[in-house]
């Protein structure tokens, strides 16, 4: 039954089921319960459908199989803005006569711990789990959730998102002898599912086992967030206890320190007899599980089942050259793993939270690799419930902070280049899906972004407060690598950072807007980008051309979004050249400098460069983690020494995705295909290859809305043969190149081509 449309457009269903508590939760951590129900049917209804959400995490089961094949549902919303609800057929899991329904009930992100150990949050949206379900078919509804349903403990005696899970099978099939308490949903909206859910991608086996004193270490050959599924003999009493790590120490030594607070471990008693399981209310990151065995148990298998949002991959990219074709694995591997609901910075660790800096620098690479879009949307819909009243966006959302910490204590929110996520977010919607809606929705929470802004340091330059959780306080450019002790390089100032996402944020919004059909608001915020820009010019470009620090981000920033005037191009091009060259070809740029050091380099046909520094094999480098044996990307660039030794544990991920945005700059720039902003959606295409001789061949695709992208070269000699396949209904635009040949006609300018394969060649320069 749908009843109105909600605030984001979706149909609002109109409930006669209650959200009901079991009266034997005994609260965060302690044993889980499940509510549960007998249903007698006359005959089963072919639509019978199942419509369900929980505080908390749900799994349902009717006549004990399990309803569809989500995992973690209702999913991670900003709960106290909106709440998902999932809808299952059911039809062939009933049957006439009685049918028993149960609904097991986990903390989930709900109320288990969120944060790390300094500052834990427990029961962050309230302190009950509850579910809300009802079956509809033939025009009616055939069972709802109500007083009239029971309560019962489950075998799982305790569960968390870093927790683990913890299971004694003795308990299982305990009677439903409790009742339940009808109470008020804590959320205001019950919505569709905005996404479709995670899910699970095909099993892996492990590559390789050894002993490790009384337990077995089972390494699975790829880092990834998942749960294992294990099978199990033993008597009654009998446990097995799981262990997760990503990463050994030389020798193959176990060590998961990075994990920290998290326990992400698993444990099982059984109740005699073989048995094969799966966590229900937790996931990990991990690639080697370590199994200890106590009081007659057996482990007779296991895999790793890895879970994701995006299952499917949308885009691919080959090259002659094996690490580089690693390394794009390895990101679509990291996002995979990082977009479980919402686009997570790690999987393992006790944070796993939607970080805003993170999405906004690896949203276009993500709508690349896979269908992004309404996981996407869902999580700006998040950001903005979480904005706060002055304008600032979170660092990360949903925010656990925002309802537990007193205003005059730090403030999670307001750094530049990560609440810049609000404006770059949807434009990267609104290039690869034509989602023009996206813009509109997001505009308002824009405007207040800027205004916040300015207000900083009320003017055009900001200058951020020094102090964590402070007014204007910015990460500015995260793990920028500063080089040796003895000689360190030089790294880019707060609020150079700060300045020129001022910067890019109020231009791209004036493009927003005017692509909305705003020319007013347009036009003042152009004016006021102009401001900013004149200001920046002023405060950190010197009358040589040199820009502030001297710095790859500063350079590499300033050029990609034209801050850099005319008659500083040719000076402040080559101090760019030179501070690359200075630093060996090696990555002198952290979280938001790095998205943009390879474009900005070949914007300038700095081509040299820019191959020299993507292909460099040592730290810092994209390449360096491929050939130390990396399967994902890492959220440092020295995470590993040389020697493999692990480096500071207590902040270091091998699964963090937002480096692996050069894979934007491959498909763009080294492909030569891009979506054109004036033909969004894939409508129009920009042909543009950047040629870096060491990557012969390079083929990628992209499955787009409008169907098949794909773009290739080979370089031989010095003729590049490139081949591009355009879909029905798309125009791709080529900008004239020595000796251009399009399908073996000569061209003497730019040319324009429809759907179809054409292969061109041109003279490498």
């Given amino acids: 039954m749908i009843s109105g449309i909600s605030g984001t457009g979706v149909p609002v269903r109109a409930w006669r089921a209650a959200m009901i508590a079991p009266d034997c939760d005994k609260g965060q951590g302690a044993q889980a319960s499940f509510v549960g129900t007998r249903l007698e049917l006359a005959e089963v209804a072919p639509d019978a459908t199942l419509h369900i959400t929980a505080q908390g995490l749900y799994v349902c089961y009717i006549n004990g199989v399990k309803v569809g094949d989500d995992y973690l549902t209702p999913g991670w919303t900003v709960y106290d803005d909106r709440l998902a609800y999932q809808s299952y057929p059911v039809a062939h899991l009933l049957r006439p006569g009685e049918n028993r329904i149960e609904i097991r009930l986990g903390d989930g992100w709900w109320r288990s711990q969120l944060m790390w150990a300094q500052a834990p949050i427990f029961n962050c949206w309230g302190n009950k789990v509850a579910a809300m379900a009802e079956i509809e078919g033939g025009g009616a509804i055939l069972c709802a959730t109500g007083p009239d349903w029971a309560a019962g403990l489950l075998p799982v005696m305790k569960n968390g998102i870093y927790w683990g899970e913890s299971v004694d099978a003795r308990q299982a099939g305990l009677p439903a002898d409790a009742g339940v308490t009808v109470i008020a949903p804590s959320s205001p909206r019950i919505v569709p599912a905005e996404t479709a859910g995670i899910k699970a991608l095909v099993p892996l086996h492990a590559v390789d086992t050894w002993a490790d004193g009384a337990a077995t270490v089972h ?101 002659g050259h094996a690490l580089v074709n690693r390394l794009v694995e390895n990101t679509v591997w990291s996002q995979r793993s990082n977009f479980v609901d919402v686009p997570t910075d790690c999987p393992q660790r006790d944070e796993r939270l939607g970080w805003t800096g993170d999405a906004q620098v690896f949203a276009g690479t993500a709508c690349w690799l896979a269908d992004s879009h309404a996981f996407l949307r869902k999580y700006l819909r998040d950001v903005m419930a979480d904005q706060r009243e002055d304008g600032a966006i979170p660092h990360f959302s949903p925010d656990p902070t925002r309802l537990h910490v007193a205003p005059e204590e730090a403030i999670w929110a307001g750094s530049t280049g990560w609440g810049d996520a609000i404006c770059i977010i949807p434009w990267q919607l609104y290039l690869h899906y034509g989602d023009r809606e996206i813009l509109e929705e997001c505009l308002p929470a824009m405007l207040r972004w800027l205004d916040y802004l300015w207000s900083i340091s009320n003017g055009p330059v900001i200058q951020p407060h020094a102090t964590w959780g402070k007014k204007g306080f910015t990460f500015g450019d995260w793990l920028q690598p500063t080089g040796s002790s003895v000689k360190p390089q030089p790294t880019i100032g707060d609020d150079c950072a700060a300045t020129l996402y001022h910067f890019i944020s109020t231009d791209l919004t004036a493009r927003i807007a005017e692509t909305l059909g705003d020319a007013a608001l347009a036009g003042q915020l152009r004016a006021k980008a102009a401001t900013i820009a004149a200001a920046f010019e002023h405060e950190f470009i010197t009358p040589s051309g040199r820009i502030a620090n001297n710095d790859q981000t500063s350079y590499a920033l300033a050029f990609l979004y034209g801050l850099v005037p005319a008659r500083h191009h040719d000076a402040a091009k080559a101090y760019f050249a030179r501070v690359v060259e200075d630093a060996g070809y090696k ?26 520094v993507f292909l460099n094999e040592d730290v810092p480098g994209w390449l360096f983690q491929v050939r130390m044996g990396a399967t994902t990307i890492w959220e440092r660039w020295d995470a590993l020494a040389p020697d493999g030794s692990i480096y500071d544990p207590s902040m270091n991920s091998y699964n963090h995705y937002a480096y692996g945005a050069v894979c934007q700059w491959l498909f763009e720039a080294v492909a030569g295909m891009a979506p054109d902003p004036d033909h969004p959606g894939f409508a129009g295409i920009i042909l543009d290859p950047v040629i870096i001789p060491a990557l012969s061949p390079v083929a990628a695709t992209h499955q787009s809305l409008r169907g098949p992208v794909a773009a290739g070269w080979v370089l031989e000699g010095d003729t590049v043969t490139y081949t591009v396949s ?18 073996g006609t000569a061209q003497s300018g730019p040319v324009t081509l429809t759907a179809g394969t054409h292969v061109m060649t041109f003279h490498q320069s």
């Fill in 587 to 612: 990555i002198g740029t952290g979280f938001i400098g790095t998205p943009a050091l390879l474009p900005a380099l070949t914007m300038l046909g700095l081509h040299d460069h820019a191959g020299r």
């Fill in 219 to 319: 390494d699975f050959g790829q880092n990834c967030a998942a749960i294992p599924r294990i099978e199990m003999d033993g008597p009654a009493g009998a446990s097995v206890l799981i262990e997760f790590c990503e990463q050994l120490a030389p020798g193959r030594v176990w060590d998961n320190r990075n994990y920290r607070s998290a326990r992400a471990a698993l444990d099982y008693v059984l109740a005699g007899g073989p048995v094969t399981w799966e966590p229900e209310f937790t996931f990990m990151g991990y690639r080697y599980a370590r199994i200890t065995p106590q009081g007659g148990a057996r482990v007779t298998g296991i895999v790793s089942v890895p879970l994701t949002s995006v299952p499917e991959q949308r885009g691919t990219f080959a090259s």
């Fill in 726 to 743: 355009i879909p029905d209904g798309v125009t791709a635009r080529m900008a004239a190149r020595p000796g251009l040949t399009v399908n």
